[in-house]
């Protein structure tokens, strides 16, 4: 005779059950650190692989539900109109698919994560090993901080250096100071809580305590403004969500906080010259000048489209027409996740989002009357008091996200699902309200499985082709770094970078700037190479038309264009294709250089050059290549 276990099902098949669960918590830690050690992400080469694990990992959930008629969470459900319409913003309304494509990519790798920790992590323990993972990853980063501020500032995961603008605060794994902030904020309110859990041991509570104070000096050693802010208004606002306190006890207790937060600013001011000149600089800019740029140019290409949006991933590209006179960084993002999201998929894509994260928030409310104060129990009550840290945590990261674009990190946002769906499931057992949900029919089962096999070939394609057209980039780029002398070895590896570019169109012939780089590629080399000018010309006009195809908003496509056809002697159709990237970027200092380059190669136009490179100087007074036009052109006078 069969043994059975709880709920009449079979030992064996509980055992299983139980290995499975862990074998998914064991491959999510294991991506979660492999993402967040890998410079958090960002890098394509990365998310080929970390994406195509998520989805291997939202595979095993599947299987398990279909095998052992396990029950799913909704909840995710309620996300899957935003994801839909981001599909089609990408596919219809971006200017710049191929960028539009790996956000969405990125966005279901969020969705599944969440998934995953809602539905593949039932018991306690899997759950605490996931949980303990991020927690790990702060202590981690707040190791490899304490080497970079002990003579290694420019050192950086992955053989990297950082970048100018960094050097002198803490790094950790990411290498951008402000997303190991936006960590330390989602992880230090869960270690609070532990410090202060009643019924602990002490040495687990001193341990956590010590910890969360570590945590928070590596947070004021990131420089980090927004972190600092973000965390200190979601501690003061704390109190006011413990349920079971009077409001005047509430009100003390924020004030007590907020009297902390002050204290704790005025330590740190008189102590640490640093922040203290980071903060005198806010003040001395009076007030965030770059982000507030930033800000308003989503503003207005919302107010362009309020309704759609301008499309995914498209801010970068929409900017250039917003950009003003003097402003020369290269923003990607609106650095207000928030608004980015508003400029991108305008007010439905909006109302969809943050539609659906209300729904489900609506749903896992506290229900019905609260006990009384004497029938909690000391563990409900430690269990409530995690359970309201991890929304701290979630709502610190939501105010950081309101300066920077964590969520577009992709080690941010997995470890940022990983809590949001920890404190849903915590908070739904707490209020006694998460009711057996049906088991998915098989179909429905094995039509997910056949959606996450072509989710997980996607990402190997397009990721891989961008890492491809990455890593050829970076290679002519270094040229220009070393502004090498020698041909041969110029020529050698301009042509190992065109190598890497063929095999990214290849792979993913959609990828825009990879055929606009090859273009590039081929225009360098026909420099060097005289004598094979008009036949290189001939093939970057060939890549660069692609690329056009492809994004005809992207001004730099044009100059790509303008280049190819100069190689070809076609002067006038050059000149079409350099005004067409000054009306779309009339404020973008390379679009002005290019202009005069372009005129300067006929002696009736070169006064004419003199013009453009002092409009591409007044842009920016730094562009040596223009200085060195200008020297050549007046000295030929």
């Known amino acids: 005779m069969m043994r059975t276990g709880k709920n009449n099902v079979p030992r064996t098949s509980l055992r299983l059950l139980a290995a499975s669960e862990w074998l998914v918590a064991f491959l999510l830690s294991a991506n979660l650190i492999w993402t967040a050690l890998c410079l958090g992400g960002v890098r394509a080469e990365t998310m080929v692989w970390s994406g195509t694990l998520t989805c291997a990992i939202a595979a095993i959930v599947v299987l398990r539900h279909m095998v052992f008629k396990t029950g799913a969470h909704r909840a995710p459900v309620w996300l899957l109109p935003f994801l839909l319409y981001a599909l089609f913003s990408a596919c219809a309304l971006s200017p710049v698919r191929w960028l539009a ?9 969020l969705f599944l994560v969440f998934a995953i920790v809602l539905n593949g992590l039932q018991s306690q323990a899997p759950r605490r090993l996931v949980l303990g993972t991020t927690l790990l990853l702060g202590a981690i980063a707040l190791v490899l901080s304490a080497y970079q501020l002990n003579g290694h500032e420019a050192w950086l995961m992955l053989g990297r250096s950082q970048a100018i603008q960094y050097i002198g605060r803490a790094s950790g794994f990411f290498g951008n100071p402000n997303s190991l902030a936006a960590l330390y904020v989602l992880i230090i309110p869960p270690l609070l809580s532990l410090a202060w859990r009643r019924g602990a041991d002490g040495v687990r509570r001193v341990a956590c305590g010590y910890v969360a104070l570590a945590l928070m000096a590596g947070l004021v050693l990131t420089l980090s403004r927004g972190g600092w802010l973000a965390l200190a208004i979601a501690l003061v606002c704390w109190p006011w969500f413990v349920g079971e306190w009077r409001w005047k006890r509430r009100a003390l207790a924020s004030a007590g906080v907020l009297a902390a937060v002050v204290l704790g600013a005025l330590t740190v001011w008189a102590t640490l010259p640093s922040a203290r000149a980071r903060i005198e600089r806010l003040a001395g800019d009076h007030g965030e000048k770059s982000r507030v740029i930033l800000w308003q140019a989503s503003l207005k290409m919302t107010a362009g489209s309020p ?23 290269n923003p990607q ?21 943050f539609g659906g994260i209300g729904a489900i928030a609506w749903r896992s409310r506290r229900r019905g009357s609260l006990p009384p104060s004497h029938a909690i129990t000391d563990d409900a009550r430690a269990a409530a008091s995690f359970t309201r840290a991890l929304g701290i945590g979630l709502l610190a990261f939501a105010c950081a996200s309101l300066v920077d674009f964590h969520t577009h990190i992709p080690a941010l946002g997995m470890i940022a699902a990983v809590h949001a769906a920890e404190f849903l499931k915590r908070r739904e057992v707490s209020n006694d309200v998460l009711q057996p949900a049906a088991a998915p029919r098989t179909l429905h089962c094995i039509a997910a499985l056949a959606c996450l096999s072509l989710l997980a070939c996607v990402i190997a394609k397009t990721d891989s082709a961008e890492a491809l057209r990455v890593n050829g980039r970076e290679q002519i780029d270094a040229l220009a770094v070393r502004r090498e002398k020698d041909g041969a070895g110029q020529l050698q590896t301009l042509m190992r970078s065109g190598v890497h570019f063929a095999k990214a169109v290849r792979r993913d012939p959609g990828n825009a700037q990879a055929w606009a780089d090859c273009a590039y590629a081929l225009a360098l080399r026909a420099r060097i190479d005289k004598p094979a000018a008009p036949a290189l010309g001939r093939e970057a006009e060939s890549a660069a038309r692609r690329a056009i195809e492809l994004a005809p908003e992207v001004y730099e496509f044009w100059l790509r264009l303008g280049v190819a056809l100069d190689l070809q002697a076609r002067a006038a159709e050059a000149g079409e294709a350099f005004t067409h990237a000054l009306q779309l970027a009339p404020a973008s200092p390379l679009a002005w250089y290019h202009q005069a380059y372009h005129l300067s190669l006929a002696p009736a136009t070169r006064h004419l050059a003199l013009g453009a490179i002092e409009i591409c100087l007044r842009l920016d007074p730094g562009h040596r290549d223009a200085d060195i036009l200008r020297e050549r052109l007046q000295s030929n006078r």
């Open 333 to 353: 993002w609106a650095h207000n996740d928030f608004l980015n999201i508003l400029s991108d998929y305008g007010i439905v894509g909006f109302a969809l989002l």
């Open 307 to 329: 309704l759609l949006g301008v499309g995914a991933g498209s801010f970068n590209t929409v900017f250039e027409k917003h950009r003003p006179e003097g402003f020369l960084n």
């Open 101 to 109: 494509i790996r956000e969405w990519l990125l966005w279901m790798q």
